[in-house]
């Protein structure tokens, strides 16, 4: 007897890897069932197949005819920076009038700006505040998501937004695995003294973040703690990104990073060295780069929202990325600089224009490749026996429709841990 079965299925789109993320052509199969259903107990999948399957072996406590419409897996977020106070309206404008990022950060504003109001606001504050923004892509059906610091860039600022965080997983339907970025930009009272940074980074920051992982609720239920570092201009080195992500690997924290998504400083092969779960930009990754990728474990995460967001023509070379055989993962970078979106499906229609992904590879790119990519893949991603039910039912009976059409949502009902979120 399961607790709920989905029947009627008109499409079922699995996005069924086979116990790896999916690279190169891989990426095109989504594992479509027709006429399909789904049965689900304890918030897991118990079995998916035919309606007649399904209905024929199974029966349930509740059953919903989704009338012939689509459903997707839950859209996984790899890579944001939703935990901040106050907003970057002004930049906003500084941008469409010419200004350049990294400028803006070198003359103290930018990424620092955040820091300034962070670290001004109470953890109360900032709990209420990112929870709208986990309402938004809830909206837009991202069931799972990585969150980083960063804008703390001190000790007690960086822990206070772990502890946001972990007081969010608590209490918000979607599931969040952390990353520690104190890594992120040179704080104020270092400006000229990168290295004497990244001193306090490996010292002290990087040790008691650890601590603050092992007490915390994450490590009890083996969600995994990642190290970011932004490698770029104005940022972090080459040299000080290898300090940063060796000491941390030694620590035991798993590894992403930041890089290339400005200037080629050679952080994706040393990421790549080191092993990292994904490496994230990647819009000046060299070609060799992209064939030792491709050789790799380690995942390409493209941000096509960041392109979009600053008016950019020129996006990461996604086409190329998948083509090698590397494993792609997409994400929104959810941040109030250089990509405020919550929208995973925006995320999704702007790479099948603007970096040719077919719906099929954006959306195995926003979910199964997504999980693997924060070490959700054994458990999220995908509709599969065993997995998590994270599902979405689309208002529509085919599951293209949501890079077809942007701008707008078309899901007509959101499962999270096999409740409706509505019921949750
Ligand atoms: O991924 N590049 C660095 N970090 C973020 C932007 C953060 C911000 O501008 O506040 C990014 O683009
Ligand atoms: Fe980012």
Request: aromatic residues 8%; glycine residues 12%; proline residues 2%.
């Given at each position: 007897m399961a607790d709920l079965i989905i029947h009627?299925?008109?499409?079922?789109?699995?996005?069924?890897?086979?116990?790896k993320p999916k690279r190169g052509a891989m990426?095109?199969?989504?594992?479509i069932i027709t006429d399909a259903a789904v049965a689900i107990s304890e918030g897991l999948i118990e079995a998916v197949g035919t309606t007649d399957e399904i209905l024929g072996s199974f029966d349930a406590a509740k059953k919903i005819d989704a009338k012939g419409r689509a459903v997707i897996p839950g859209f996984v977020d790899p890579?944001?920076?939703?935990?901040?106070?106050?907003?970057?309206l002004n930049e906003f404008e500084l941008k469409i009038k010419g200004a350049d990022y990294l400028e803006i950060l070198a003359a103290g504003g930018g990424i620092i700006s955040t820091v300034k109001n962070t670290r001004e606001a109470s953890l109360e504050q900032l709990v209420e505040e990112s929870r709208k923004r986990l309402d938004k892509m809830l909206a837009c059906g991202t069931t799972v998501c990585e969150i980083k610091t960063g804008?703390?860039?001190?000790l007690e600022t960086e822990l206070k937004m772990l502890r946001v965080i972990e007081e969010l997983d608590k209490t918000h339907p979607i599931d969040i695995v952390p990353t520690f970025l104190a890594a992120h930009a040179v704080p104020p009272e270092f400006k000229g003294n990168t290295d004497g940074y990244v001193d306090l980074i490996c010292e002290e920051m990087l040790p008691k973040a650890w601590e603050w992982f092992v007490a915390s609720h994450f490590s009890t239920s083996k969600i995994p703690f990642y190290a970011d570092v932004f490698c770029e201009r104005n940022a972090f080195d080459l040299i000080q990104a290898e300090r940063v992500l060796t000491t941390a690997k030694e620590i035991g924290f798993k590894l992403r990073s930041h890089v290339d998504?400005?200037?080629?400083?050679g952080g994706s092969r040393l990421s790549i060295e080191l092993n990292a779960a994904s490496i994230d930009h990647?819009?000046?990754?060299s070609d060799e780069e992209i064939e030792i990728l491709a050789q790799s474990e380690t995942i390409g995460i493209v941000i096509p929202t960041e392109n979009f967001s600053a008016g950019k023509t020129q996006f990461a070379n996604a086409r190329r990325l998948i083509d090698s055989g590397c494993a792609l993962a997409l994400s929104?970078?959810?941040?109030?600089?250089?990509a405020p979106c919550p929208s995973m499906p925006m995320a999704m229609a702007i790479s099948c224009r603007y970096?040719?992904?077919l719906p099929a590879e954006a959306l195995n790119a926003a979910t199964i490749n997504a999980a693997f990519s924060i070490g959700l893949g054994e458990t999220h991603g995908s509709i599969e026996e065993?997995?998590?039910?994270?599902l979405l039912m689309l208002?529509?009976?085919?599951?293209?429709l949501t890079m077809y059409e942007f701008g707008s949502q078309n899901i007509n009902a959101m499962f999270i841990r096999g409740k409706r979120y509505e019921d949750l």
């Open positions: 009627n299925i008109g499409q079922l789109v699995t996005c069924a890897s086979t116990g990426m095109q199969d989504v594992g890579h944001t920076h939703i935990v901040f106070a106050g907003d970057r804008y703390g860039l001190d998504q400005f200037t080629n400083l990647l819009d000046a990754i929104t970078d959810y941040n109030p600089g250089s970096q040719k992904l065993g997995k998590t039910a994270n208002d529509a009976v085919d599951y293209r």
